[in-house]
């Protein structure tokens, strides 16, 4: 009883966002490293077609979010997939896999803008740093990245909007250069490139299509962490389908656009090759004006921002978990001083160096699509065990009886195609390189034994399994 008194007498958080701040916040997570670093990548596969990805990645993504909107409007929690999963099935390693995962998919993310960011620094600077000189810069940033946590970063309204705004200018820019050069700029426009599919020739067009697709989902994640804010968010049963779908299709939109652009502007070997593709475009497009040397600036910035908010939930989630006895107790150990989990934020900062130090060694010429595309797949894994969690919890109608009469509900047959089309870019049919499945087996495997270890630590310890594992009651650190 005394528990439940505790966690009855614990303050609710402030329910500070509107419509617009939300919109803000939900673009502002899903642009960024995506579409900066993988638009050669996805060219690489399809040809001239790169948009197309980019669309169906976008559909399917907009799928799923119908399926996290009934989900999040029906239990308003900050606890995201790991909470609907735990209610929809209730055993304890499913729903701890799940936080795992969700938890890896964060760090290769934030290793994927610490590579990016390290190639656009190198061309920023005009330098030729080679192979081990980028990877050294990449784990220099994302050191830098662990000190800025352990000092312990705080919400800043303010801050978000102005980074949104800076990851969006550098897209803005790149479509900008696109309608110069297409009203009389003086660039190379070929616009027969756009509907030109060059596969190679071990795939078929439906092959190169899902790889390509599995590659260019890694864009539009990030729409899932805006359901960990829906308790700071007002009447989110009224604001968030439109804030999330409006999102959605801003981000879609604007991935179309500078994909057509890209190919329309520079060849795709071209832009296969290079680790900075949107500076290969600035540079085709604008060749007069002074600005290329603007975006691998922009780039970082952007970036920047993706990395940080990555490595905060992913050492937070580790922090979770260690305090609901799913993880060894010493990850969630909190620094004295500065109120920060260290040991979750060292744990993970030293999985981003191992991810950075692997790719570069045997994957370096595709490092950053690898790392990509291993994030892309984690959260297609969630994604399709949200897309049945959310079929499952119909029969659990919300005990609070305004909530059960107006959250949203999706048709249907959208979470069974979401599960579908999930389950399948996240199989070998879908043409995903062979390194994708070995990190991601290896950072499971990593969880698992962590798992395993803590539950016997548990049963030392007397403590029941019962007593354990509900991500509902994850307690954070104050930054």
Request: glycine fraction near 8%; charged fraction near 10%.
């Amino acid at each position: 009883m005394s528990g439940t008194r505790t966690e009855q007498a614990q303050p609710e958080l402030r329910r500070v966002l509107g419509p617009g701040l939300l919109l803000l916040f939900i673009v502002g997570d899903i642009l960024g490293t995506g579409i900066y670093a993988l638009v050669g990548d996805v060219a690489g596969e399809v040809g001239g077609a790169a948009w197309l990805p980019f669309l169906i990645a976008f559909l399917i993504a907009t799928v799923t979010a119908f399926s996290y909107l009934e989900l999040v409007t029906k239990y308003p929690q900050a606890a995201g997939a790991a909470l609907y999963v735990h209610k929809a099935f209730g055993i304890q390693f499913v729903t701890f896999l799940v936080a795992f995962i969700v938890m890896c998919s964060g760090i290769t993310s934030a290793s994927t803008a610490s590579r990016f960011f390290a190639a656009n620094l190198e061309v920023g600077l005009g330098q030729e740093w080679g192979r081990l000189g980028v990877a050294g810069v990449a784990l220099l940033f994302m050191a830098l990245l662990a000190m800025v946590n352990l000092r312990g970063v705080g919400e800043s309204v303010r801050l978000n909007v102005l980074l949104t705004i800076v990851e969006i200018s550098g897209l803005l820019l790149v479509i900008f250069v696109g309608l110069w050069a297409f009203t009389g700029g003086g660039a190379d426009v070929d616009f027969t490139r756009v509907v030109a599919f060059e596969t190679t020739t071990d795939k078929s067009v439906f092959l190169a299509v899902s790889a390509a697709t599995s590659l260019a989902f890694f864009a539009m994640v990030g729409f899932e962490d805006s359901v960990n804010m829906a308790e700071e968010t007002r009447d989110p049963v009224v604001i968030f389908p439109r804030a999330l779908l409006t999102g959605l299709g801003i981000a879609g939109a604007v991935y179309v656009v500078v994909a057509i652009v890209a190919v329309a502007l520079v060849p795709v070997g071209t832009l296969q090759a290079s680790d900075v593709p949107l500076v290969e475009v600035v540079k085709a497009g604008a060749p007069g004006l002074p600005i290329e040397e603007l975006l691998p600036w922009i780039s970082m910035f952007a970036v920047s921002n993706t990395a940080l908010i990555n490595m905060l939930m992913a050492s937070r989630l580790i922090y979770g978990m260690a305090r609901q006895r799913v993880l060894p107790p010493v990850l969630g150990s909190v620094h004295p001083r500065r109120r920060t989990p260290w040991v979750a934020i060292i744990f993970t900062t030293l999985i981003a160096f191992g991810l950075i130090f692997y790719v570069t060694a045997f994957a370096d010429s595709t490092a950053i699509a690898v790392l990509g595309g291993t994030t892309s797949l984690l959260l297609l894994a969630v994604f399709a065990m949200v897309n049945v969690a959310v079929l499952v919890l119909r029969r659990d109608e919300s005990r609070d009886p305004v909530v059960a009469r107006r959250h949203f509900r999706t048709p249907t047959f959208l979470p069974v195609v979401g599960f579908v089309a999930s389950l399948y870019l996240v199989t070998p049919l879908s043409g995903r390189p062979a390194q994708q499945y070995l990190l991601s087996v290896v950072l499971i495997v990593i969880g698992v034994l962590l798992f395993g270890v803590t539950m016997a630590i548990n049963r030392q310890l007397g403590i029941p399994t019962r007593a354990v594992g509900d991500p509902a009651k994850m307690v954070l650190p104050p930054d």
